[in-house]
């Protein structure tokens, strides 16, 4: 490096060499340092593969036999693997239930998963939370009931439907009063998550809590809720679904309610309903006199051939289609003796779409 140093450079050219002389150098050590990081991340990621494959041999084994799980050789976890092993774990518990459940539950307790996720419940950050939480409730540990409860009004969507996952997941006799009602309060709670909730809880518990939680809402709030309805008893959807469609006069609220209504059991004021004002509440109306299929109803069907609504003709047009009483040759005099153009063009319509000419 003496080139550097000659004298004969001027200034500015000895300046040139030494800040070419530095970038050279900087950029050796940074290949260096960045070729150093890879092998430490690949090495990194072969260690946690391992670990995970160990422990994954050990949950199937304990899934399988309790006796596995009570006696089975547990792989070292070390500080860095303690997130891994709350993964993996409620990974493999979500996945089954029963006497499989129960022996990931003793294996869990023998590898000290409710010390590791009580680290990790009290944290800052929602991520470790939020696999605090689900831990505790795949364990079903009712010791943190009152700790989980607490974060259902947590203002971080994700934390705090898993706390009400795993409030039901612990005790669903105890949850279910109390999640119920946060439904229309949480909008923001992903409505797949919910369903899987209420499925958890079981019909025979929402049952009565979902129908008191529908009848005592407003109109916008008895709209959302009634989407989750399907979920509780059928006798009590029945009772549900004709005190609303009596009693109400909203249009979304009828709505949802005659998109629930399946076999006959009585639709209360039904006649009424196919004159409604609202065109979504006729068609509606149309499709449930299709399903119920009672010859009684043939003519309010036919009164709503010639609406001024398109999809209200054609949902009554295709319920006539479907009738089981109405063979072909009624259903080509019924056509027939249409007045309306509107009205033959749709059955003719209908009545292609299930092949009949």
Known sequence: MEWLFRSEFDAITT????????????????????????????ASDRR???????????????????????????????????????????????????????????????????????????????RPRILAVQTFGHLRDS???????????????????????????????YAVPIVIPMIEKRRDWPRNRISIMLRMAGSERISEPMYRAIRSANN??????????????????????????????????LNAALKLVGGFGGVPRI????????????MQAAKVLGRIGQEEHLSLLESLLDDPEWWVRYRAAQAIASLPF???????????????????DILQQSFAEVGLA
Request: proline share 3%; hydrophobic share 45%; glycine share 4%.
């Open 220 to 253: 916008a709030n008895r709209t959302y809720l009634l989407q989750f309805s399907r979920l509780i008893e059928a006798e009590v959807l029945d009772a549900l679904l004709e005190d609303l469609i009596r009693d109400s006069n909203d249009p979304g609220v």
């Open 143 to 173: 010791r943190r009931r009152d700790d989980i409860r607490s974060l259902l009004d947590h203002e971080n969507t994700a934390l705090s439907i898993t706390a009400a996952v795993a409030l039901v997941d612990i005790d669903p006799s």
């Open 48 to 126: 946690r593969a391992r670990f995970i494959r160990a422990w994954r041999d050990v949950f199937a084994s304990a899934m399988l036999s309790e006796d596995a799980a009570r006696q089975c050789t547990l792989p070292p976890v070390g500080r860095s693997s303690r997130t891994d092993l709350l993964e993996e774990w409620n990974h493999s518990r979500s996945m089954v239930d029963g006497t499989a459940a129960e022996n990931l539950i003793v294996l869990a307790r023998r590898t000290g998963i409710p010390g590791l996720a009580l680290n990790l419940l009290h944290k800052r950050r929602v």
């Open 326 to 344: 109405l063979g072909p040759n009624c259903l080509r005099r019924l056509r027939e003796r249409q007045s309306d153009r509107y009205a033959s």
């Open 271 to 282: 006649a009424a309903l196919t004159q409604h004002d609202a065109w979504f509440v006729r």
């Open 15 to 42: 300046v040139a060499l030494w800040s070419i002389a530095v970038v050279v150098a900087t950029t050796i050590v940074l290949f260096v340092y960045t070729l150093g990081l890879r092998f430490a991340t690949l």
